[in-house]
């Protein structure tokens, strides 16, 4: 999911494209993606975009009339830039602003179709899409420990948090937490005051970082490479590579949709958090530290044997495809 830099080097390259253009049209083959009827859509046409912002992880566009279109990406949603009157992609794409200098694509890939499109009249209806957190390179520490602080929750959940900080997601939480050296399960209720001081360090410091990376990597292009997995990163997406740090092997765990990459030496004290779903099909199998499993790798290596926590990950995937009923195929034309 396009996250705060992924976010702002898009409404940096939008505004530079745009501001002031005039929508001449808006085509639309998606059914899911407009979820607002009133004002309608086609109210936007002839009207100039006055400007853009970023409202969390939406992009927000505000025209003449004063109205005011959101779109929300969630995780697959993309713009792409082209030719004036370029045909949208027939399948991810949801939709095509055209504009005289070129048009704006939005594509989604998978099947979920999550992105969305809300259009309001008045800059007082955004506040329908603010969840209230803070703008995370707004603030200082005061007010950071202040947010960070009000409920107790992992430190991974608190970034991720919308309603504590603003436009932080998977990917730059994983960072976040491995540059300030910190436990992803740690309670903020737990933090120390220096440890308070490092997070928000990190925070400002990798936000900032991968947005100049970002800026510096589009240049006077258009960012068509958003992508939550990147090679630069030094844990999110990195499972079983090197830590740039240390040397240990990147571990992760998954609940959901969603996954915590982290280093078990830089930030749990070698301790390996447990897969809810993994951990329990290994029970006493499962390895309590990175050295536990480093010494039964070496000696499965040694002896030739699998890794078991890879043989019930196949265990698991097996077990779910024989659940899942057989898609039954279409007669062939002229078939009996």
């Known amino acids: 999911m396009p996250e705060l830099p992924d976010v702002s080097v898009y409404i940096e ?82 939709a095509g602003f055209d504009f005289e200098q070129g048009t704006l694509l939005l594509t989604e890939a998978g099947t979920k179709k999550r992105a969305s499109l809300h259009l309001v009249r008045g800059e007082a209806a955004l506040r329908a ?60 209720a737990q933090l120390k005051t220096e440890q308070v001081e490092r997070l928000y360090a990190s925070v400002r410091s990798t936000l900032e970082l991968w947005t100049q990376r970002l800026r510096d990597e589009v240049g006077d292009g258009f960012p068509d490479k958003v992508t939550a997995f990147r090679e630069e990163m030094a844990v999110h997406g990195r499972f079983k590579q090197p830590c740039p740090v240390c040397g240990t092997a990147v571990q992760r765990i998954r609940h959901a949709d969603n996954e915590v990459n982290y280093c078990p030496r830089c930030q ?56 899942t009923p057989a898609k039954k195929s279409a007669p062939k034309p002229g078939g009996a």
């Open 13 to 94: 390259r939008l505004s530079a494209l745009l501001e002031g253009a005039e929508l001449r049209a808006f085509r639309c083959p998606s059914p899911f993606l407009v979820r607002t009827f009133e004002p309608p859509m086609r109210e936007l046409v002839g009207r100039r975009v006055l400007g853009f912002r970023r409202l969390g992880k939406r992009i927000v566009w505000r025209f003449e009339g004063d109205l005011w279109l959101v779109l929300h990406l969630m995780i697959a949603g993309r713009l792409r830039w082209g030719p004036a009157g370029a045909a949208i992609p027939k399948k991810l794409g949801l």
């Open 268 to 323: 749990t004290g070698g301790k390996l958090l447990a897969d809810r779903s993994l951990s329990r099909l290994l029970k006493a199998d499962w390895p309590r530290s990175i050295d536990e499993l480093e010494d039964r790798q070496e000696e499965r290596s040694k002896s030739g044997l699998p890794d078991p926590r890879a043989t019930k990950t196949r265990e698991q995937t097996r077990k779910k495809a024989a659940k």
């Open 129 to 188: 899409f603010d969840r209230g957190g803070v703008e995370p390179l707004e603030i200082d520490v005061d007010e950071f420990r202040e947010a960070i602080l009000r409920e107790n929750r992992t430190l991974k959940r608190a970034l991720t948090d919308p309603r504590i900080l603003s436009g932080i997601g998977n990917a730059y939480s994983d960072e976040i937490l491995f540059h300030a050296g910190l436990s992803p399960v740690q309670r903020t």
